[in-house]
């Protein structure tokens, strides 16, 4: 069998080097048939020269592709899962917090005959706040939405070819990672590891970032909040009709008095809120449709091994996804 390891790289010039070494390390000693798939996501540091070099010293096991720009994780994951030609594919990070010694493991549960092979990371070493921010995201998202995610389990995991080719066969433009392995389904295993620090460069993640992920994972999957939507107006409006009738009834019989304006303004304010927070929860929606009409390839590719097979064109089986809307996968 042949396996595929599919590694995006974004300013990883300062790790990459150490990665390669390391991954083929296990792989030498592990006797398989393997490929390694660089995807260059547009880096601004010398990680594209890296990588010409190493295609350049191990030609027959050493693929890359390098974007036009930063496309984002997600269409660099999709690269490099539509050139890898492996009968497994192993999703994993530049910056070795995905430790290579796992692939072993990851093997031999393949070999038992499982799909996806899932690398979950525990949560040391994270700072208790996001920890538990994180803990009460899952909860809330997942009796939420209609796929499952599960903490600590992203984008570190081996696919047979069967997912892989399921995974390629979903042509969306916003690709939310997490909740399309998840989709897919099939024989799934999941195995857990310590959380290993960036061995060196740094995180793309800013909380900002992490913030808009978890909206793209509430979203994703499902209609439901604008169902809350609805259910929310349905509960105003009534409570309105309700303290209208008492604003009526104590007119009625006490007479009009003149307070109540930090009620109406309170009121007022509040609703206002609501309506934005609607407004902007339909216009992502509208949005998302947007991108997807649009039918944009996912990235553009300026240079690669050559060896490469092109990647599909963007109608062939996967529509679009660009960059700057196109979630990013953890
Ligand atoms: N990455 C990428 N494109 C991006 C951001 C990140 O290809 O726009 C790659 C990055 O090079 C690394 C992996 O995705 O191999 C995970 O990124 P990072 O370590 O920044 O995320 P974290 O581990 O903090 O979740
Ligand atoms: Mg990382």
Redesign the pocket.
């Known amino acids: 069998m042949k396996l595929s390891i599919v ?6 010039e300062a790790v990459i080097g150490r990665f390669d070494d390391q991954l083929r390390a296990v792989l030498d000693r592990l006797a398989v048939e393997y490929e390694l798939c660089y ?1 260059d ?1 547009g880096s601004r540091d010398g990680t594209l020269p890296r990588l010409r070099a190493l295609a350049q010293q191990h030609r027959s096991t050493t693929r890359y592709l390098s974007f036009s720009r ?4 997600e269409a ?1 994951m999709l690269a490099g899962l539509r050139a890898a030609t492996g009968d497994a594919v192993i999703l994993m ?3 070795l ?1 995905h430790p290579p010694g796992l692939v072993e493991k990851m093997l031999d549960l393949y070999q038992l005959g499982h799909d996806q092979v899932i690398a979950r990371r525990s949560r040391d070493g994270d700072r208790r706040l996001r920890t538990a921010l994180s803990r009460l995201y899952y909860r809330a998202v997942n009796t939420w939405i209609d796929v499952e995610l599960v903490d600590g389990a ?1 984008d570190f995991r081996l696919l047979s070819r069967k997912a892989v080719d399921a995974l390629l066969a979903l042509p969306e433009y916003n690709r939310f990672s997490k909740g399309l392995f998840s989709w897919i389904g099939f024989d799934t295993v999941t195995f857990d590891y310590r959380n290993a620090a ?1 061995e060196a460069g ?4 800013r909380f900002g970032s992490l913030v808009n992920y978890g909206i793209d994972g509430m979203i994703s999957f499902n209609c439901r909040p604008l169902r809350a939507a609805i259910y929310a107006g349905l509960s105003l409006a009534t409570l309105a009709a309700l303290y209208a009738c008492w604003v009526i009834g104590a007119a009625v019989a006490g007479g009009v008095t003149a307070p109540g304006y930090v009620t109406l303004v309170a009121i007022i304010a509040g609703l206002g809120g609501l309506q934005m927070v609607m407004l902007g929860l339909i216009g992502e929606y509208i949005g998302r449709i947007y991108y997807e009409t649009k039918r944009r390839p996912h990235f553009l590719v300026k240079e690669s091994d050559g060896a490469a097979p092109a990647p599909a064109p963007a109608h062939a089986s996967a529509p679009p996804g660009t960059a700057a809307a196109a979630p ?1 996968s ?1």
């Open positions: 590694v995006p790289c974004y300013n990883e995807v996501d930063n496309f984002g994780k660099a990070d530049a910056d917090q992203g960036r740094e995180t793309k993640w990013r953890r």
